[in-house]
């Protein structure tokens, strides 16, 4: 089933389809400080990042994912992307079953804020409440300890490393080398209470 593009709105965050109009401030926010992109596929040059968000809304087409660009409210500016991806789709369901957060990278003056968790809190919502999928999974390099326990924090349960699984990335990479993924996932039986707990972290 086609999913149209579609806006997540929150205080702080909005994540809004992604586009090649993204791209010069996109760049701006991937090129102002990139010590923390150990593991992580962000361009760093203007046809770099053009080829990036053409890859993504490729496989858009084909309802492989659903690429956002995370804007600041506070000023508008684009500050990092995410996505939803690896949908699984079932028979007799009209939205997907199970879904992947992933793809995520933010400019460093935006890691370690609100918008970090109000995008995550965004991106399950929708997931559990719009599409009610069963399970949400996010997976990092199993080498990246900052990225495992971020994902921790937001009350993933670590379900194992799954070796050799993806295209190693980053500055820490080794290209044209598969790296091990740390698994992670929230099912919908956990949902609510990571619900509260992410609004809790926003409202405090």
């Known amino acids: ?40 596929v962000v361009p760093d040059d203007l046809p770099t990042m053009i080829a990036y968000i053409d890859g993504l809304l490729a496989d858009t087409e084909r309802d492989n994912l659903v690429p956002f660009a995370q804007l600041r409210l506070a000023d508008g500016a684009p500050v990092g992307c995410t996505r939803f991806m690896n949908l699984a789709w079932w028979a007799g369901r009209e939205t997907p079953a199970e879904v992947e957060i992933g793809g995520t990278w933010l400019a460093a003056a ?6 970090n968790t109000e995008a995550k809190l965004l991106l399950l919502t929708h997931a559990f409440e ?42 820490f990479g080794i ?18 209470t990571i619900r509260d707990t992410l609004r809790s972290r926003l409202d405090g």
């Open 110 to 115: 935006a890691q370690r804020t609100v918008l």
């Open 130 to 171: 719009q599409w009610q999928v069963f399970r949400v999974a996010i997976c990092t390099d199993a080498a990246n300890d900052q990225s495992r326990r971020a994902i921790e924090r937001l009350g993933a349960q670590f379900e194992g490393v799954m070796r050799r699984h993806r295209p190693s990335a980053g500055r």
């Open 1 to 40: 089933m086609r999913l149209e593009p579609f806006t997540l709105v929150g205080t702080h965050v909005q994540l809004v389809p992604l586009t090649r109009d993204h791209a010069p401030q996109l760049l701006a926010a991937a090129t102002a400080d990139r010590d923390s992109f150990g593991y992580t």
């Open 175 to 192: 290209p044209g080398q598969a790296r091990d993924s740390a698994l992670y996932s929230i099912t919908d039986h956990e949902w609510p």
